[in-house]
């Protein structure tokens, strides 16, 4: 079974600085997706960011960036440029290729933003 | 605007009383699925449709019914809720294999 480790219970950052979330996981599969999902306290789930397994390039949006390491199994999520509006839950997940649709989470990290 | 709508939002009944909670995608989404949220176990699938017709269980169905007679709706019922299903629940869809999935806004359940 796969099982996706976030470590950091939480996480905090001055506005404008930058913050690293990890993430880790296990599976034996080659072909399988990887997402950031953000969970403010509208309790609303937000995905922030997917990375394809076969893609060797690391996936980025706006201030959001990823560290996808396929052989370490890690998969990190950096924020640039902080802002109040990111202080939320951010959760690792972890879904397989092919008709699967099951999502595998992380516990979540909660952010905290320092103004 | 695309999204998945939910309703109701919060919800508090009695055990036992029958409950539908209904999901709808305007985004002619093939997946669709739900999900539970407790505190320090995390999101947990309990359901999930590839297409009309078509539903299968996810980690904890238990408890659960859901019915896929359109593709834009996806209900789930309670037929005799418990106090553990109390929790926050998500509805998720998305539109292909390599697709990424949207949720609703939740609703929140209290069952006394």
């Known amino acids: 079974a796969q099982t996706v480790t976030q470590s950091q219970p939480e996480m905090s950052v001055q506005e404008a600085e930058t913050v690293t979330l990890s993430c880790t996981y296990d599976?034996?599969?080659?072909?399988?997706?990887l997402f950031w999902y953000k969970q403010p306290p509208s309790r609303q789930m937000i995905l922030v960011i997917r990375q394809e397994a076969y893609k060797q390039q690391n996936a980025t949006e706006n201030r959001f960036s990823v560290n996808f390491q396929k052989a370490a199994k890690s998969f990190s999520l950096k924020i640039s440029d902080s802002q109040l509006g990111d202080a939320a839950m951010y959760f690792c997940a972890y879904r397989p290729g092919g008709d699967a649709d099951g999502l595998t989470f992380g516990k979540g990290t909660h952010l905290i933003i320092q103004p | 605007e695309a999204q998945v709508t939910q309703n109701p939002r919060y919800l508090i009944t009695v055990t036992g009383k029958k409950l539908t909670v209904t999901c709808s995608q305007n985004?002619?989404?093939?997946?669709m699925s739900w999900y539970r949220q407790d505190p320090g176990l995390g999101l947990r699938q309990i359901y999930y449709s590839m297409n009309v017709e078509v539903t299968d269980k996810g980690d904890v169905p238990e408890g659960y019914k859901v019915s896929r007679k359109e593709k834009r709706n996806f209900p789930l019922i309670l037929e005799s809720p418990s106090p553990n299903q109390t929790s926050l629940y998500f509805c998720?869809?998305?539109?292909?294999?390599?697709?990424?999935?949207?949720f609703g806004p939740g609703t929140r359940l209290t069952v006394l």
């Open positions: 998720a869809s998305r539109g292909h294999p390599a697709g990424s999935q949207y």
């Open positions: 985004m002619n989404h093939e997946y």
């Open positions: 599976t034996s599969e080659s072909d399988y997706y």
